[in-house]
């Protein structure tokens, strides 16, 4: 912190006196409590190998989880807490392009089905979309069909009408 205007600073002309608290200690890789823990480490030594956590841990903390995120996104709730419009970020029908169609995949599934436009079936459930049929994105299940990628995208380029589409087998 520096002093008023003038003051004189208090290690004004001493030179080499000031010895650092920690000189002289080592620390690192190199100390011999360093070296014998690598060493066990190597060997398959863990401060936790052969602990088990009891019953009540394990519940303790399952439940302390509950409603927290872990790396991928997913957030642990309990059955049917905060689900649609128990949950406090619910937007109803403001909510965005992505998160309107994550919603459908997570009430309609993911899985394969059959195009409304060209009849396409695969078992391979990355081949279809969920397509907004209204074009209007309300949260309406009924208002999302299945189509094959294909399709989807002639059906958002083309303004392709689903209603008067001809339904081919191939």
């Known amino acids: 912190m520096a002093g008023k205007k003038g003051q004189i600073p208090w290690n004004k002309g001493i030179k080499g006196a000031q010895v650092a608290w920690n000189k002289g200690i080592s620390t690192g890789e190199n100390t011999e409590h360093s070296k014998r823990l690598k060493k066990k480490y190597l060997e398959g030594w863990s401060p936790r190998k052969g602990k088990k956590h009891t019953e009540e841990t394990k519940a303790e903390m399952s439940r302390t989880r509950k409603g927290k995120t872990n790396n ?35 009430w309609k599934g ?56 001809v339904v081919k087998v191939r």
């Open 72 to 106: 991928t996104g997913i957030t642990h709730f309990f059955n049917g807490d905060n689900v649609g419009k128990e949950n406090y970020k619910w937007k109803g029908d403001d909510v965005g392009y992505s998160a309107l169609h994550d919603w459908v995949s997570r």
């Open 110 to 165: 993911k899985k394969p089905c059959v195009c409304s436009i060209c009849g396409f079936a695969d078992s391979y459930e990355g081949h279809f979309h969920w397509a907004n049929i209204s074009r209007e994105y309300k949260r309406d299940l009924d208002d999302f069909t299945c189509l094959c990628v294909s399709c989807h995208v002639k059906y958002d380029k083309y303004n392709l009408n689903i209603s008067n589409a």
